[in-house]
């Protein structure tokens, strides 16, 4: 291979590598943001039952007379989703509150501005992504 053509190849890969990094950080936060948020009780249930019908072979009328337990349930664990999540939000309050006890009043007032980017940020992109940090 010639000198001319190596660097050739190189400069190819190089710009095939930079145009899928940058390609990459563009979509990779917005996919990751679809497919890792909290499945709904309709989707939850629906694939419970298609799992159930696949994996025990159900009749229709078998599917029938366990589709509303199944979607019951899935309702029962979003409750249980939310509700544990409600619960994390306070215990972090509450732990706010007790660190407020050993701080400045300007750490404090950077602690409620740290609260309140941690509030948006779980608003806009779940608990799945930690915040980044400053």
Known sequence: MTNARSWKVVLYATLIFVAGLFIGSLAGPRMLLKYLR??????????ILARL????????????QIKPLVEQTASEIDTIRVATTKQ???????????????????QKAKLDQMEAERREHMRHSGPFFPPKLR
């Not at 019908?53 to 029938?64: G, I, K, M």
């Not at 939000?89 to 509450?94: G, H, L, N, P, V």
């Open 38 to 47: 909290p499945p709904t009780p309709a989707e939850m249930s629906s694939h």
């Open 53 to 64: 019908q696949l994996r025990l072979s159900l009749t229709p009328e078998q599917t029938a």
């Open 88 to 106: 994390i939000a306070d215990r972090i309050a509450e732990s706010n509150s007790k660190i407020a006890a050993f701080i400045t009043p300007e």
